[in-house]
């Protein structure tokens, strides 16, 4: 469903079992290519992040992407990828239909004044315009695209785990978008990992969840590293027994549907080592300091979101 609120979906795929010979072949239906193509204002670790997951899902080829950035030596490992790149914002907007918008906040209204400054900006007409930048309203972005007639923007909030198609994203529409936007917008970032719709009023504290969250889990993982360290276990196993421990813990909160507390009794035996472990967590206040780090991700959001209104 594509409507107001918050509508869940994931990406399934249908399967095709097929038995020939006696031999099972399990192929995945493919997914239909974007015939647009698709544009990247700025060509960070998100614009990555987000162009190899959807080319690794088969949605798009290289040929159709289009990435700007003002440093041409940022450019060459796209170009050497077969995406299409300029120094010029300008020349992306003009020549995609779908043009992610992945700067800094502070960029932003620098990076937008360039192309409407240009000779080709009466030329952009009818474009969808994804925004993942933190703390930019939809109200904020539909005022600085206004000069471009026909414009719709979707704001988004990823995460860098999409990278391996274990991304968390969210998405809030504007005032302009059609269904058929949507669905486009659904389609792209379903395959990146989970993706919902949500009211834009909780897209901050999702984003300060969901975005920042793998830092703050990847500074938990190296402390808990640094535990097994200090215990004497070397380096690369106290991280790859970590790692792996934090992924199946998870997975145990998603899966069981039990709630975190009684995961957690589950393993503590009375008088025994977990238990030891958690009162050293609790006297040093852990979980007020996680729910401080997510408050102050989700203030931060705001506060860069005002940087870019005019
Ligand atoms: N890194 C993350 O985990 C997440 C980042 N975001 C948002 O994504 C956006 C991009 O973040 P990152 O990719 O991490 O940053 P980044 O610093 O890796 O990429 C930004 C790119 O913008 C380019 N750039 C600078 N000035 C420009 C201009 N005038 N025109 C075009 N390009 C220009 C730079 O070459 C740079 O590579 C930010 O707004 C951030 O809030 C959202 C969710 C997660
Ligand atoms: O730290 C930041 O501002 C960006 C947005 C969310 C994750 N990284």
């Given at each position: 469903m594509l409507g107001n609120g918050i509508v869940g979906s994931s990406s399934r795929h249908l399967s095709l079992v097929l038995l020939i010979a006696g031999k099972h072949f399990c192929t995945k239906a493919p997914r239909q290519k974007i015939p647009n193509n698709i544009g990247f204002i700025g060509d960070g670790s998100m614009a990555k992040a987000i162009c190899r997951s959807i080319k690794r899902a088969g949605l798009i080829e290289y040929s159709q992407v289009y990435v700007s950035s003002p440093f041409p030596k940022n450019l060459d490992s796209w170009k050497e990828l077969g995406a299409n790149v300029s120094t010029e914002n300008a020349y992306v907007v003009k020549e995609a239909d779908i043009i992610f918008l992945a700067v800094k906040p502070h960029i932003l209204c620098d990076a937008i004044g360039t192309i409407t400054a240009s000779s080709v900006a009466k030329e952009i007409k009818n474009k969808l315009f994804i925004s993942i930048l933190a703390g930019v309203t939809i109200k904020n972005l539909e005022d600085l695209l206004k000069?471009?007639?026909?414009s719709r923007v979707v704001r988004v909030m990823p995460n860098t785990p999409m990278l391996i198609g274990q991304g968390c994203t969210v998405y809030c529409p504007g005032s302009k978008v059609s269904d058929n936007d949507l669905k486009l917008v659904n389609s792209i970032l379903e395959v990146t990992g989970m993706c919902q719709m949500v009211p834009e009023s909780t897209i901050n504290s999702i984003g300060a969840v969901t975005a920042s969250g793998p830092a703050f889990v990847y500074v938990f993982i190296e402390a808990l590293s640094d535990g097994g360290v200090r215990m004497g276990l070397h380096r690369d196993v106290s991280t790859k027994f970590a790692a792996q421990t934090v992924m199946g813990a998870a997975k145990m909160v998603l899966e069981t549907n039990k709630h975190m507390g009684t995961l957690k009794d589950e393993v503590c035996s009375a008088g025994g080592q977990t238990i030891a472990g958690i009162h050293a967590l609790e006297k040093c206040a852990l979980r007020g300091s996680i729910m401080d780090a997510v408050q102050a991700a989700a203030l931060r959001a705001a506060e860069l979101g005002e940087q870019t209104k005019k």
């Amino acid at each position: 469903m594509l409507g107001n609120g918050i509508v869940g979906s994931s990406s399934r795929h249908l399967s095709l079992v097929l038995l020939i010979a006696g031999k099972h072949f399990c192929t995945k239906a493919p997914r239909q290519k974007i015939p647009n193509n698709i544009g990247f204002i700025g060509d960070g670790s998100m614009a990555k992040a987000i162009c190899r997951s959807i080319k690794r899902a088969g949605l798009i080829e290289y040929s159709q992407v289009y990435v700007s950035s003002p440093f041409p030596k940022n450019l060459d490992s796209w170009k050497e990828l077969g995406a299409n790149v300029s120094t010029e914002n300008a020349y992306v907007v003009k020549e995609a239909d779908i043009i992610f918008l992945a700067v800094k906040p502070h960029i932003l209204c620098d990076a937008i004044g360039t192309i409407t400054a240009s000779s080709v900006a009466k030329e952009i007409k009818n474009k969808l315009f994804i925004s993942i930048l933190a703390g930019v309203t939809i109200k904020n972005l539909e005022d600085l695209l206004k000069h471009f007639e026909g414009s719709r923007v979707v704001r988004v909030m990823p995460n860098t785990p999409m990278l391996i198609g274990q991304g968390c994203t969210v998405y809030c529409p504007g005032s302009k978008v059609s269904d058929n936007d949507l669905k486009l917008v659904n389609s792209i970032l379903e395959v990146t990992g989970m993706c919902q719709m949500v009211p834009e009023s909780t897209i901050n504290s999702i984003g300060a969840v969901t975005a920042s969250g793998p830092a703050f889990v990847y500074v938990f993982i190296e402390a808990l590293s640094d535990g097994g360290v200090r215990m004497g276990l070397h380096r690369d196993v106290s991280t790859k027994f970590a790692a792996q421990t934090v992924m199946g813990a998870a997975k145990m909160v998603l899966e069981t549907n039990k709630h975190m507390g009684t995961l957690k009794d589950e393993v503590c035996s009375a008088g025994g080592q977990t238990i030891a472990g958690i009162h050293a967590l609790e006297k040093c206040a852990l979980r007020g300091s996680i729910m401080d780090a997510v408050q102050a991700a989700a203030l931060r959001a705001a506060e860069l979101g005002e940087q870019t209104k005019k």
